[in-house]
């Protein structure tokens, strides 16, 4: 009876469910979307402002550092005490952030605004990783390259609403992406409330069922220092992607205008296609994951890039939008798997570990940004692009991860 019981609430879980991470895969893409207004007019702005490299790493850096340092303190108190509305907190910091970015008069403002937009996706991710997984139905590589592929979608929207909106008319068209912000809140009402309640009929279901015995397989996840270890080697290879995407999200733009010539349009357009390529790259990383194992992902990911980033400096205007099309997908399919591994090593800190390697990704990738900057304005934008093709060979240190047997369905 209980089983029977048991059986159908899980069904009718596993059927709601669907449509909530759905919802969590489209507040990701508005999410990611609305961040990703700050790289996409950099061209105008630096422009505008009279900025140097530099200064535009800065706001790089800014976005990202209020965006990575208290997304692993948000986690580790959801995982504590889930908090499925403070997601509508997050985006309302955006909003104000977004608002900040239109009308920003001064250098300053434009950094207090990227602030905004940073801190509200600190609050986002966390929780939203949490219910993701929680979502997942036990297929977690899945789950989260579903959640992912939204925020990748929404990263690459950024340069076409540029393009097409405000290169056209104006600093000032960025406040009317705050209907974007409002229609993910509401989104984001609606996803809590739905989890929330089919959260409470499973929870009930289970207390009312016979308690299953645990088997509890020491080999199957190391422990101890084994894990920190392993958490370390995840961040260093985190780091390598993060700094190599850095250089495209910043100053990629400027490379085509600078070595090709195209317009400001232009430039954007080829940004489009090197942020879209990453929406399929991370789902079919995150679907390949549970089928061949995090760690040939992450192998194949990172490493498997590095040739096509050794020929790209030296490659033509059509080859190298082709090039990047091609990295992109490749190393787009790391995070999933990164990120899938690092919560099977400590599985009860889901959103911990999700705001802490979001954060991370942030906080690396504007590290970078401001390093890449001060690189730039000394080497020169073409020699940059040659020096960041070789970061992906950090990729080999994936090596020294242990092989888990949670990685492998």
């Keep these: 009876m209980n089983m029977n019981v048991s059986g159908q609430s899980m069904a009718l879980q596993s059927a709601v469910m669907l449509p909530v991470l759905i919802a969590l895969s489209a507040t990701h893409l508005l999410n990611d979307m609305i961040q990703s207004l700050i790289p996409a007019i950099y061209p105008i702005i630096k422009s505008v402002y009279g900025l140097d490299f530099g200064q535009v790493g800065m706001i790089t850096l800014t976005f990202q550092i209020t965006a990575s340092l208290l997304q692993p303190a948000v986690g580790y108190y959801t995982d504590r005490n889930p908090m499925p509305y403070s997601m509508v907190i997050g985006m309302g910091s955006s909003l104000l952030g977004l608002l900040g970015l239109a009308y920003a008069g001064s250098y300053s403002l434009l950094l207090v605004a990227a602030a905004f937009v940073g801190l509200g996706s600190s609050i986002f991710h966390p929780e939203a990783t949490r219910m993701a997984r929680s979502a997942s139905g036990g297929r977690h590589g899945f789950a989260q390259g579903v959640f992912q592929v939204g925020g990748q979608s929404g990263s690459a929207l950024g340069p076409v609403l540029a393009a097409f909106i405000i290169v056209p008319f104006g600093q000032t068209s960025i406040a009317w992406f705050s209907v974007a912000a409002l229609v993910a809140m509401m989104l984001m009402v609606w996803t809590a409330r739905t989890f929330a309640r089919v959260q409470r009929a499973h929870a009930a279901t289970v207390a009312s069922a016979p308690k299953p015995v645990r088997n509890v397989t020491p080999e199957s996840a190391p422990v101890g220092s084994s894990v ?182």
Excluded at 331 to 354: D, H, K, V
Excluded at 367 to 389: K, N, S
Aim: glycine share 10%; proline share 3%; aromatic share 14%.
């Design 228 to 409: 920190l270890f392993s958490l370390v080697i995840l961040m260093v290879l985190l780091f390598s992607k993060s700094a190599y995407s850095s250089s495209f999200n910043s100053f990629y733009t400027f490379y085509l205008i600078h070595k090709f010539g195209v317009s400001v349009q232009a430039s954007q357009m080829m940004l489009f296609l090197f942020l879209a390529a990453a929406a399929a790259g991370t789902l079919g990383g995150g679907i390949l994951g549970d089928k061949i194992g995090r760690k040939n992902i992450i192998w194949f990911s990172i490493l498997g890039a590095l040739p096509f980033t050794l020929i790209l400096p030296f490659a033509n205007l059509f080859w190298t939008g082709v090039l990047t099309v091609v990295i992109n997908l490749i190393m787009s399919s790391a995070f999933a798997a990164i990120l899938i591994y690092a919560i099977e090593l400590l599985p009860r800190r889901a959103g911990m570990i999700g705001g802490l390697f979001y954060g991370l990704s942030f906080g690396l990738g504007g590290l970078a940004a401001v390093i890449l900057g001060e690189m730039a304005d000394y080497v020169g934008i073409e020699m940059l692009f040659r020096i960041c093709a070789f970061l992906p060979a950090i990729g080999l240190l994936a090596w020294f991860l242990p092989s888990l047997r949670s990685n492998v369905r």
